[in-house]
């Protein structure tokens, strides 16, 4: 049998594959097996399967598709157990936020996935205490707000009926005519839109959402958005330039939610570039509480820059160092010169530095910008017709002592020729007798 079994190789070996070489590559060798039993192995070759080969094209594999489709297949699997995670963790803290209710701590009644997006991110357990608070306070506002509103409401409707009621067909007095919120809106916006071409430009500096937490950050857009308002609301606004806010960034992000539709439509300058970028450098002026140099006048041919940031924690130096790396002039508003101050920090909230800064630029009157400092913060106002008197009689006091000294100096060598005089005298006197 073993006998028999080499033969057959050998046969194979000298008959079959000269034969498939002569026709082409190996590729053409098919071998298949008999479809009658025989009582031995045998191996024959299929010329049918060797005619449908030769007949077909070659196909090529298309390797970098075959690679993108696998790649998308596992990028699905991947966002499918990301998202299976995500609502696992999203469940887990309702749960927690519910336990929480249960046991009679501060939670918010209606709770956003975003919202439990920041809790989950919170890393301790007092951090996650104090957001479902502020949540809690928040929510408590709204609704108070909103019955505010409605009662409002309700106190007008009653008004008219009772107009309507004592009505008596007289004519009214229509002499003054009633200015319409969109009208007034309507004037607002085009002194907006003439102050984007003519007007002072005024920069917020958006460049310290890594100095400040979530909340704080929500502070400084809301601080923001009352900026906006009481600038386009002023007889000589400003140009207003948010500068270094980055797209789809945290502070993009809250405008957009905050404003929404509005936020495309608003009059202001936008920009991802640097305020250095925009502006020249000799004409920027950074206003920051930290800078040694006081403020004296309003200057309305230099471009002032504000920080937009809400410390809580109050970080000194943040602003001053952010300044003078970029080798910016600094200024400091003159609170200790006009201001008793009583307690607290000398630092402004956004909406306080745009009405004083907009009543400088249109009265040049220090006391009567200052007036939007908050009041718990100073105990009176320094009365400065005294600061400029004491001023006036000190230097009264150098000019009468420098004239003493003046008139010492011219005594002591005319004291000095009267005793030589009177010597000389002397000794004449006694010199005759």
């Not at 007095?173 to 839109?193: E, H, I, P």
Request: hydrophobic share 35%; proline share 3%.
């Amino acid at each position: 049998m073993k006998f028999f079994n080499m033969v057959l190789r050998s046969i194979v070996k000298h008959s079959v594959f000269p034969f498939a070489m002569q026709n082409g590559t190996k590729k053409y060798l098919f071998l298949t097996a008999p479809q009658r039993s025989f009582p031995c192995r045998t191996l024959i070759l299929s010329p049918a399967l060797k005619k449908q080969i030769s007949s077909s094209p070659t196909e090529k594999l298309d390797l970098d598709g075959w690679k993108n489709v696998m790649r998308s297949g596992m990028q699905e699997e991947v966002s499918e157990t990301s998202e299976s995670e995500e609502d696992s963790t999203l469940a887990a803290t309702r749960e927690l936020v519910e336990m929480w209710r249960l046991a009679g701590k501060t939670v918010p009644e209606n709770i956003s996935e975003e919202e439990l997006k920041t809790l989950m991110e919170c890393s301790t357990k007092s951090s996650k205490k104090k957001y479902l608070k502020y949540l809690a306070v928040k929510e408590k506002l709204k609704k108070a707000s909103k019955v505010k509103q409605e009662k409002q409401k309700e106190a007008k409707k009653e008004r008219l009926e009772k107009a309507k009621e004592n009505d008596t067909g007289e004519l009214k007095n229509t002499f003054l005519l009633q200015f319409w919120s969109k009208s007034m809106d309507k004037v607002y916006n085009w002194r907006a839109a003439q102050a984007m071409i003519f007007g002072q430009p005024l920069v917020f500096d958006m460049a310290y959402e890594n100095f400040m937490s979530r909340r704080e950050m929500e502070n400084t857009v809301n601080q923001l958005m009352e900026t906006e308002g009481w600038n386009r609301r002023a007889i000589d606004p400003f140009h207003l330039h948010f500068c270094n806010l980055k797209v789809d960034g945290p502070y993009h992000k809250e405008f957009a939610k905050r404003y929404g539709e509005a936020w495309n439509n608003l009059l202001v300058t936008v920009t991802e570039q640097s305020h250095t970028d925009v502006f020249p450098k000799d004409k920027l002026i950074y206003l920051t509480a930290d800078s040694p140099n006081v403020m004296k006048t309003f200057e309305h041919d230099k471009i002032y820059i504000v920080g937009s940031m809400v410390d809580r924690s109050i970080q000194t130096g943040i602003s001053l160092a952010h300044a003078k790396r970029l080798k910016l002039t600094t200024e400091r508003l003159p609170l200790e010169r006009y201001l008793k101050w009583e307690t607290g920090a000398k630092n402004l909230t956004l909406d306080q530095m745009i009405r004083i800064l907009l009543t400088l630029k249109d009265t040049e009157d220090w006391m009567e910008a200052l007036k939007f400092v908050p009041k718990r913060k100073y105990e009176a106002f320094v009365d400065t017709s005294l600061y400029s008197k004491h001023k006036t009689d000190t230097g009264r006091r150098t000019r009468v002592s420098e004239f003493s000294n003046s008139q010492e100096k011219v005594k002591k060598p005319f004291a000095e020729n009267s005793f030589r005089k009177q010597t000389q005298k002397k000794w004449w006197v006694a010199e005759e007798s």
